[in-house]
């Protein structure tokens, strides 16, 4: 009787898994179409929004197919944005090319200060504030997953972050937007938690969403946040925040110093007393 030996079967291997696609950025312009079919929207001037807001410190001027490429719009609606900016005077090209926005943008961002109580009201608050104790002091509000600056006084200091009013800072790494956070309704707070881009900008950042989540509970149990270096080597501040008669925290006002010079205790025992009475004072003009 023959025995066939049949061949060895080469045991199969494990199917590698592809690494997964790195995430598509949303482009600003994608950010408008769940607004299609709303009759009300005005998708024009959206889209002017969006031009004016790709305009940065870091890209003060750019050319058509810059914009079209950083917003997403196509060329001919960029250049229809920008022809109408220019003809109301908010933009302009010294060359005929590269974009730039003009000093007449500024009655936009004055408007909102001068008939803002919140802005309007801290502002003198603040600079009563540096005026006595020699410290850069800020107010600002929530923006989305950011913190805006909404009014401002600094003394000459070095620091590499140019702050000012309209500047935007991460909330998750600034003591302000800690605050803010802090004071978020639960399911606001974990919506934010959920979404949130933990980056870290130095070796301090905090990147755990648990560790996060535990500091706010802190934060809101102590009544003031202090971030050290999170956001800038070099940098570190001390906020408090600001209620509305509801009991809401509308707002936060924080100190921020260069950390070799000011101390955490110093934080603690010296400004923090200062900050509360200003966030007490500044809450009396929201009643």
């Known amino acids: 009787m023959s025995l066939t030996t049949r061949p060895a079967t080469a045991p199969s291997l494990p199917t590698a898994t592809p690494p997964p696609s790195p995430p598509v950025k949303q482009t600003p312009a994608a950010s408008l179409d769940v607004y299609t079919g709303d009759p009300n929207f005005m998708t024009s001037l959206a889209r002017g ?36 900016l220019t003809k109301l005077g908010f933009a302009g090209a010294e060359d005929g090319s590269r974009y730039s926005l003009r000093p007449r943008m500024l009655t936009l961002s004055h408007t909102y200060t001068a008939s803002n109580t919140l802005s309007s009201a801290a502002q003198p608050i603040l600079e009563r504030m540096s005026a006595t104790l020699r410290e850069s002091f800020s107010v600002a509000t929530l923006d989305g997953e950011d913190i805006v600056y909404v009014a401002r006084s600094a003394v000459n200091r070095v620091m590499a972050v140019d702050l000012h009013i309209g500047s935007r800072l991460p909330a998750y ?13 639960p399911e606001q707070l974990e919506a934010y938690l959920a979404r949130a881009v933990l980056t870290p900008h130095t070796t301090r950042t905090v990147v755990s969403v648990e560790r996060l989540r535990m500091l ?62 200003a966030a007490n004072e500044l809450s009396i003009f929201l009643r």
């Open 216 to 277: 706010l509970r802190t934060i809101r149990r102590n009544g003031y946040a202090i971030c050290d270096q999170e956001y800038e080597v070099g940098l570190r501040s001390v906020a408090v925040p600001v209620f509305a008669p509801s009991g809401r925290a509308v707002a936060t006002i924080n100190l921020s110093g260069n950390a070799p010079r000011i101390s955490t205790l110093e934080m603690q025992t010296r400004f923090l007393p200062h900050l509360r009475n």
């Open 49 to 84: 929004l969006i031009v004016i807001q790709a305009f940065t410190q870091q890209n003060p001027q750019m050319t058509i197919s810059q914009l079209s490429i950083r917003t997403g719009l196509s060329r001919a609606a960029v250049r229809r944005c920008l022809y109408t």
């Open 173 to 185: 790494c600034t003591s302000m937007g800690r605050i803010l956070l802090a004071y978020l309704p």
